[in-house]
């Protein structure tokens, strides 16, 4: 069993950054930060697996930028060049293994306002 805990969110203006962190309580060899808005359903954002496999939704490629620092068992999303519909809570969701078997663990998340 995982326990994750988000941080880093806050209100930033249009243009800003902010970065997002998700410390488990173990090591997940997948992560994925997603993100939702009242009323909509949750969407995926960015995920990692291992150390250097990363993917991005089309509307954040070269604004996000997810990493990993395995020692800590801490995930990042670096947010860049924020935008008003980049306002949401956002979830991160470690992904393990067993016996073939994959288990989503989530975060309770983390809002973060864009305001312009």
């Known amino acids: 069993q995982l326990r994750l805990v988000e941080s880093g969110g806050g209100t930033v203006e249009v243009g800003g950054s902010l970065t997002l962190s998700c410390t488990a309580s173990?090591?997940?060899?997948?992560t994925n930060w997603y993100r939702q808005t009242p009323g909509n359903e949750r969407d995926f954002v960015a995920g990692i697996i291992g150390y250097s496999g990363t993917n991005y939704a089309d509307s954040v490629k070269g604004r996000f930028s997810i990493s990993r620092d395995d020692p800590t068992n801490t995930v990042y999303l670096q947010m860049n060049n924020l935008k008003p519909e980049d306002s949401a809570t956002y979830y991160c969701?470690?992904?393990?293994?067993?016996?073939?078997?994959?288990?989503?663990?989530w975060g309770q998340g983390t809002h973060v306002p864009v305001s312009s």
């Open positions: 969701d470690a992904v393990t293994s067993t016996d073939g078997r994959y288990k989503h663990y």
């Open positions: 173990g090591r997940a060899p997948a």
